[in-house]
């Protein structure tokens, strides 16, 4: 069900007009906002790449491989779903590959800054889509599935976005997160992209049991190409002034088909079963039992 982020009583399902307290969100851009001092700017991520990424993200091979990743994951351990919300959607990339796998799902979407908003909406004109600071979702026990992809780093609060999410869960509806992983790569490209951690396995499974959460698969992935990311990140430890975040996903034709040949051969893998102890990125998928 919807609730009212003021006073907690229970909405109808039409319309985010509050009849206990009166409150009722304001529009940007043409969407429901639900933390409108977040809209035009915020620390977990520079707006500003949205048009780039928008342009980027379909003919990238990171993009594409995790898109293909989070499709099978969905599509083994939901089927059923028919409710869905991404936190953090971006340009709604990810969003147009579930919809798109998934027809039967119901999209909604919301992202902090409300300027990424008609980038996703013009990928999934279907989704409903709102700006919301993820550390207080106007939902309660409404969702079958909630994704979190490459969101949770951006956030120094973690602990609270996962009880929010768990709340807005319905009781066997389920969690898919990625992140980005291990410490030791930390470098530039982090912090240019505003990420507060990257995680450890065993650091985000603690945090998803803490908060309730049955884990049910984690793995790495970009784990072949490990090797690859370490010494690309590692030649780029030196401060500088003009790093461009957005460098490595500019990628040549021939290197970019290779490199999701690799990332192909990975998705296989873990669909067989293959659990990847180490790798750029993790996975993981958890229910609220």
């Not at 992202?111 to 993820?134: H, K, N, T, W």
């Not at 079958?144 to 009880?163: N, P, Q, S, T, W």
């Not at 709340?167 to 240019?192: C, K, N």
Request: proline share 4%; hydrophobic share 50%; net charge positive.
């Amino acid at each position: 069900m919807k609730i009212c982020l003021r006073c907690q009583a229970a909405l109808g399902e039409d319309g985010w007009l509050c009849s206990t307290c009166g409150y009722e969100p304001q529009l940007i851009a043409g969407f429901p906002a639900f933390a409108p001092e977040f809209a035009a700017s915020n620390e977990g991520y520079d707006a500003a790449y949205y048009s780039e990424l928008y342009a980027l993200e379909a003919r990238n091979y990171w993009f594409r491989a995790r898109n293909a990743l989070l499709t099978w994951a969905l599509r083994k351990y939901f089927p059923a779903a028919h409710a869905f919300l991404e936190i953090g959607c971006g340009t709604g990339f990810v969003l147009a590959g579930i919809a798109g796998a998934m027809p039967q799902l119901a999209m909604h979407a919301s992202e902090i800054s409300s300027s990424g908003l008609p980038y996703a909406a013009q990928r999934v004109p279907r989704a409903e889509f709102f700006q919301m600071d993820a550390r207080a979702i106007p939902y309660a026990g409404h969702f079958d599935i909630i994704g979190l992809f490459d969101v949770l780093e951006h956030i120094k609060d973690d602990a609270r976005v996962l009880a929010q999410a768990h709340r807005a869960l319905r009781h066997g509806g389920g969690l898919m997160i990625t992140v980005p992983q291990h410490r030791f790569l930390w470098s530039q490209y982090d912090e240019h992209a505003h990420h507060v951690r990257r995680y450890g396995a065993r650091e985000l499974r603690a945090r998803l049991l803490q908060a309730g959460f049955r884990i049910v698969m984690t793995t790495s992935f970009v784990s072949l190409l490990l090797p690859l990311m370490m010494a690309s990140r590692f030649m780029r430890r030196a401060p500088r002034a003009d790093y461009d975040v957005l460098a490595e996903l500019r990628v040549g034709r021939l290197a970019n088909f290779l490199l999701e040949a690799v990332l192909t051969l990975e998705r296989a893998l873990i669909a067989i079963g293959v659990r990847f102890p180490v790798g750029g990125s993790l996975l993981l998928v958890a229910r609220r039992d």
